[in-house]
């Protein structure tokens, strides 16, 4: 008979506080989903009862994790002490490659779909200045151009998409914005206008690329890579097996050899029994 999910839930919390783990179910997380430090486990309290038990396989690992290397929050990690091997490149590439069929994030691919429609945008506004001006140049300041913004108040358009501007005598507020352009300034030219646009595109476009930097390199610490391949075998044993077979062997080895504390303990009690209740 199948186990009730908010049952099984239970029984995990117990086990994992057992360990002399503190597990809060009723907080926001610090804006995650889940987050675990110095023998802690927050898990966000907006989660169905399914992702919360996903939340905890993931953050479990990151105890175990800590057990086998106490440094990890200043290192995240190293695959070849998870692995206890030197040969990690087999390994790294399974790891990345389970990332990319189980765990798509919504927030990345977003961002990738930003960053797509900017440099639309920016090949767009540079070819409709080109017919005019085809000395231009979309990556360097266009002297032309910036000589007669700084003339005005529209030079702070360049560098904001909305800005207010105390008048220097009668100390007046007014505020100026990329999407009133023509109207705050009807004496430049459709030009400049769109040059202005493309400005405020490319620094969209820089904070974007940023921050798609920060997540890739967040999705490849062996620390992350090491909980979501924990979290994976929870979620897909079998396609775990078949995605990343050299890994998956190497993992299994070391769990049955006792390398990974509690994990054992901890999979052949909530793992197995999920895996026989997907087949039913």
Known sequence: MAIDSCDDFRNMLNFVR????????????????????????????ALCVERKKEVLVHEFAHFVHSKIEPDVVKTHGSLSVLFKTDDIDAIEKELICLTEIF???SVLENLILQREFRLEKIKEIDYQIKQTYPEFRRSYPFEKFERL???????YLLKYDKVKVRTPFLR???VYSIDTFKDDFPQFDKNIENYIVLRAHQRVLKRITSRLSRLNLYYKRPSELFARFVQNLYID?????SSAPHT?????????AGYYYNLKEFIDEFFLCRQVQCEL
């Not at 057992?18 to 966000?44: C, E, P, W, Y």
């Not at 913004?149 to 030079?155: E, R, T, V, Y």
């Not at 998956?248 to 769990?255: A, I, P, Q, S, V």
């Open 248 to 256: 998956y062997k190497r993992f299994c080895e070391l769990l049955d």
């Open 149 to 155: 913004l700084k003339k005005s108040d529209a030079k």
């Open 172 to 174: 007046r507020i007014k």
């Open 103 to 105: 765990d798509r994030s």
């Open 237 to 241: 044993r079998s396609l775990v097996a």
């Open 18 to 45: 057992k360990l002399g783990l503190v597990v809060n179910t009723n907080t926001l997380a610090r804006g995650h989903q889940g987050f675990f430090m110095n023998k802690r486990i927050d898990i966000s309290s």
